[in-house]
């Protein structure tokens, strides 16, 4: 008979994007290992990235259990429109530079009124409600993953009302120590909050595991308990018909959002001193940027004539339509947030580009962890973002690797495929 598992989630398909699949791929493998997986989600959720091919991954064994939310969105964008502001985007409030008034006001309120999220109104009902359905169904483990960390509060009030339920709390990205924090004008009232609730979360969790050894040192020190690392990875069944086909021209992508934190400005301005001195090169480079790209990061590019030319943007893509693109692609861009936190940064895509079998150009700590992957696995470089000649030599590199038709050698990912991170989460579940 299958052990039960109660999996909390605010992202879950439709909902697209890499933070999905991490729980949709360990949802995936769960019932092959003896688990029978419940997944608790929001009915009516407000997402910016929709992927209904993720459905064929949901096992039809499932339960998948929804309970309305309400966020405060409505009266979010009824103010953006006091302010003229009609097409607003996610990335568009992650800055660190000067604000709009619009971007200065809703920053406050999202980080002094929402703690520790927009999603904090869906806790008490969320609680009411699985306290009498963990009961009913006999269901004595669960897993809340986050951001948004309210997730976890859910996690916690369960906890205190049922001391004997085993409880693992999963961060996919840290809490008071997220770069996000540092954008939402936080007073030291609030901050102090978002603390309390933190370190509560970490002592009463039955176990805690996180994405990066830097994340899993840090919360260590934050909890004073213990914590394991369980990485993103990558699905075999999803890459093993990728078709590789020879481009036209030599082919960049990036996945994912782009915003003031996560900003690749050094690779393209890298690129337009190389297109400058070099005419093979500028009349044969494609780039391409998938995902939510930030209005600041848009206006860069097309005012540049040189970067304009060479370079398109795609808003969404459903990842069976990604997969497919993988193998069109030459060099994957990989930029990570240029924050304190940057050396645990290990995003969900990374390990997607590592099976696609293309190197990767990163822009990030060369000391942090996607660093310690790359040298690994020997799927690509990583630069500092101030290293322009460095960059420059690289993508050079890459160029003529592409021209010549020459390849990059055999690499071992075998660590990160999904089948075997939900060994690792299974092992973590029965020594609860």
Not at 40 to 53: A, G, H, K, V
Not at 194 to 209: F, G, P, S, Y
Not at 341 to 347: K, Y
């Amino acid at each position: 008979m299958n052990k039960k598992l109660l999996i909390v989630t605010y992202y879950w398909p439709p909902s697209g994007g890499s933070g999905v699949q991490r729980w949709l791929k360990f949802v995936k493998y769960l019932p092959q290992l003896g688990w029978e997986p419940f997944v608790y989600t929001p009915e009516n959720p407000s997402f910016t990235i929709q992927d209904n091919s993720l459905d064929k991954d949901i096992p039809d064994s499932v339960e998948i259990i929804k309970l309305p939310i309400w966020e405060p969105y409505g009266a979010f964008f009824k103010l953006a429109r006091l302010f003229g502001k009609k097409d607003i985007k996610q990335s568009d409030f992650i800055t660190t530079g000067k604000k709009s008034l619009f971007q200065k006001l809703s920053a406050w309120i999202r980080g002094n009124f929402l703690i520790p999220d927009a999603r904090i109104f869906w806790v008490k009902p969320s609680v009411a409600f699985l306290h009498d359905f963990m009961r009913s169904n006999e269901i004595n483990q669960m897993i809340t993953t986050g951001p948004p960390h309210s997730i976890h509060l859910i996690g916690l009030k369960l906890k205190q009302k049922n001391p004997s339920l085993k409880w693992i709390a999963d961060f996919r990205d840290p809490w008071t120590e997220w770069d996000l924090l540092d954008t939402l004008s936080l007073t030291s009232i609030a901050r102090k909050i978002h603390k309390k609730q933190e370190r509560a979360v970490l002592q009463t969790a039955d176990r805690v595991i996180t994405i990066a050894p830097f994340h899993v040192t840090r919360l260590e020190a934050l909890g004073d308990r213990s914590a394991d690392l369980v990485t993103n990875g990558f699905d075999e069944d999803d890459f093993r018909n990728i078709t590789r086909v020879k481009t036209s021209k030599f082919t960049i992508r990036h996945i994912g959002i782009v915003d003031e934190l996560r900003d690749p400005r050094p690779v393209m301005e890298a690129i337009r001193m190389l297109c400058e001195s070099n005419s093979d090169f500028a009349s044969t480079i494609r780039i391409e940027f998938i995902g939510n790209v930030n209005s600041a990061f848009k206006e860069f590019v097309q005012k540049d004539t040189t970067l304009s030319k060479i370079t398109q943007f795609l808003n969404q893509i459903s990842h069976s339509v990604l997969l497919t693109l993988y193998g069109q692609t030459d060099l994957q861009l990989l930029v990570l947030a240029s924050t304190a936190i940057a050396p645990g940064n290990l995003p969900g895509k990374f390990f997607e580009y590592l099976a696609s079998g293309n190197p990767i150009l990163a822009i990030g700590p060369v000391e942090g962890d996607a660093a310690a992957v790359l040298v690994t696995t020997k799927s690509g470089k990583i630069f500092e973002r101030s290293d322009n000649k460095g960059i420059q030599r690289a993508i050079l590199t890459y160029f003529n690797d592409w021209k010549e038709g020459r390849v990059q050698g055999d690499r071992d990912v075998s660590a990160y495929t999904r089948e075997k991170l939900t060994q690792q989460l299974v092992h973590i579940l029965e020594t609860l």
